[in-house]
């Protein structure tokens, strides 16, 4: 069974840094692990992914140069680092997994997510 645990949202001011972790469970190869948000009204958007076998990232263009995605495979965890945040960032973050390296512009990993964590950005 794949489970995903989503940590570390929190209320921040615009201009600072937060990291969100996700720690998976139940899948060990062949995958790729993504972020998701969702913010008030708003349909869900990806935001950025890591291929688990050569470590190839991927950002939505909101986000590119600000935020980060890492794996730290011994922990079996994913980090969104969130540099320079803005109030437009606030949302539902969502960790996602799938199998196969679906991490482009033409895909994003979502056979399965976490529950979320809450980030808000106050201005």
């Known amino acids: 069974e794949v489970q995903l645990v989503e940590s570390g949202g929190a209320l921040v001011q615009a201009g600072g840094s937060l990291t969100l972790s996700c720690a998976f469970s139940?899948?060990?190869?062949?995958?790729?692990i993504g972020w998701f948000r969702q913010a008030p009204g708003r349909e869900r958007e990806a935001v950025a992914c890591?291929?688990?076998?050569?470590?190839?990232?991927h950002y939505v263009d909101p986000v590119g140069g600000r935020f980060t995605i890492s794996e730290d495979k011994d922990k079996n965890t994913v980090y969104l680092r969130m540099n320079r945040v803005k109030p437009q960032d606030t949302a539902v973050y969502y960790c996602?997994?799938?199998?196969?390296?679906?991490?482009?512009?033409?895909?994003?990993?979502?056979?399965?997510w976490g529950q979320g964590t809450q980030v808000t950005v106050s201005s």
């Open positions: 139940g899948i060990t190869f062949d995958y790729s």
């Open positions: 996602t997994a799938g199998y196969g390296y679906y991490c482009s512009d033409y895909g994003y990993p979502k056979d399965y």
């Open positions: 890591i291929r688990n076998d050569d470590g190839m990232t």
